[in-house]
Each structure stands twice: as structure tokens, then as C-alpha cells.
């Protein structure tokens, strides 16, 4: 099967940040404030696929006001933050077609949320187990493009990229 015919149908983009939206990396200030980077093409694309009417969920681990600043304001709704059951929130989405969905995760604490959706992702830095249960490795790099690379395919699949 075509890799690229996995993507016509996807209405609904989910994504974890750290290691997707951010290359994983953590600059750690002297407050204790940890600051990261996100790639400004993956929030253009972000915000071009809420234009076209695509679903963009965030469930990230991790916690920051700034990163939930940055995602809301691309106009993300559905951002959650701090999560420890991952499984337990994508469960509870409403009117979310989890077979057109695409995850993107990198690391250990997507590995049972990554097989609950019909195109499971990963950067190409993702750790080895959650590439072997990805039906789609982006060649980019997580924070490097990587989203824009998954949400690009879809809408111009679909006639939907500006």
C-alpha cells in the first residue's frame, strides 16, 4: 500500500510537544523556568489546517503556560497540558474519528496512545519502539518541521494547502 493514500482521509491531527513541536530540548534557567523552541513553519501549517477546518489537538506531558500561550494562540482549542493518561484523554474527545486521526509522538509516554489512532507517526528522531509502531517516520526531525511535513501531505492530498 502507498504510504501517502494513509493521509486522504485524516481529519483530525493530534500531537505531543516535547520531541514533535520542540526538538526535545529543555534550556533550563536560573529560576528554574524551562524555555523551548518550536519551528514557526509547523505553527503556519497548524494554523493553515484550523483554517481548512482540520482538528489540531495537543496532549503533551509537560507543562507550560508560554507553550500553551503559543498554541492557543495559532488557535488550537483543544490543548491539554500536564497530562499523565494520555490514553484516557484521547478517549474523552468528542466527535474525534480516532481512524482519521494522525498521532505524532517521539518517545516512551506515547507508546499506548500512538496505537489508538488509523495513522500513527513519528519524527525521525523518534526512539526505536515508537518508530517500529509508526506507519509514517517524517524524515524531519522533531522541532524541525516535522508536523508541518504530516499536515502538508494531508491538505494537499485533500486540494486544502494554501
Same mark, same amino acid.
Given at each position: $500500500?502507498? &504510504?501517502?493514500?494513509?493521509?486522504?482521509? @485524516?481529519?483530525?491531527?493530534?500531537?505531543? #510537544?516535547?520531541?514533535?513541536?520542540?526538538?526535545?530540548?529543555?534550556?533550563?534557567?536560573?529560576?528554574?523556568?524551562?524555555?523551548?523552541?518550536?519551528?514557526?513553519?509547523?505553527?503556519?501549517? $497548524?494554523?493553515?489546517? @484550523?483554517?481548512?477546518?482540520?482538528? +489540531?489537538? +495537543? +496532549?503533551?506531558?509537560?507543562?507550560?503556560?508560554?507553550?500553551?500561550?503559543?498554541?492557543?494562540?495559532?488557535?488550537?482549542?483543544? &490543548?491539554?497540558?500536564? &497530562?499523565?493518561?494520555?490514553?484516557?484523554?484521547?478517549?474523552?474527545?468528542?466527535?474525534? /474519528?480516532?481512524?482519521?486521526?494522525?498521532? $505524532?509522538?517521539? /518517545?516512551?509516554?506515547?507508546?499506548? #496512545? @500512538?496505537?489508538?489512532?488509523?495513522?500513527?507517526?513519528?519524527?525521525?528522531?523518534?526512539?526505536?519502539?515508537?518508530?517500529?509502531?509508526?506507519?509514517?517516520?517524517?524524515? @524531519?526531525?522533531?522541532?524541525?518541521?516535522?508536523?508541518?511535513?504530516?499536515?502538508?501531505?494531508?491538505?494537499?492530498?485533500?486540494?486544502?494547502?494554501?
Amino acid at each position: $500500500m502507498n &504510504v501517502l493514500s494513509l493521509f486522504k482521509p @485524516i481529519k483530525h491531527f493530534i500531537f505531543d #510537544v516535547d520531541g514533535v513541536l520542540t526538538d526535545g530540548t529543555l534550556l533550563v534557567e536560573g529560576s528554574g523556568h524551562l524555555a523551548r523552541t518550536m519551528h514557526a513553519r509547523d505553527g503556519y501549517a $497548524m494554523n493553515a489546517a @484550523i483554517k481548512k477546518g482540520y482538528d +489540531i489537538i +495537543i +496532549i503533551t506531558g509537560g507543562k507550560s503556560e508560554a507553550v500553551e500561550k503559543r498554541l492557543r494562540g495559532l488557535g488550537i482549542e483543544q &490543548v491539554f497540558i500536564g &497530562v499523565k493518561d494520555k490514553v484516557a484523554v484521547l478517549n474523552s474527545l468528542k466527535n474525534v /474519528d480516532l481512524e482519521k486521526s494522525i498521532y $505524532m509522538g517521539d /518517545d516512551m509516554p506515547d507508546y499506548d #496512545v @500512538i496505537q489508538k489512532v488509523g495513522l500513527p507517526t513519528c519524527p525521525q528522531d523518534a526512539c526505536n519502539e515508537i518508530k517500529d509502531l509508526s506507519k509514517y517516520i517524517s524524515p @524531519i526531525n522533531g522541532g524541525k518541521g516535522c508536523v508541518r511535513d504530516v499536515i502538508e501531505k494531508v491538505l494537499k492530498l485533500n486540494n486544502d494547502w494554501l
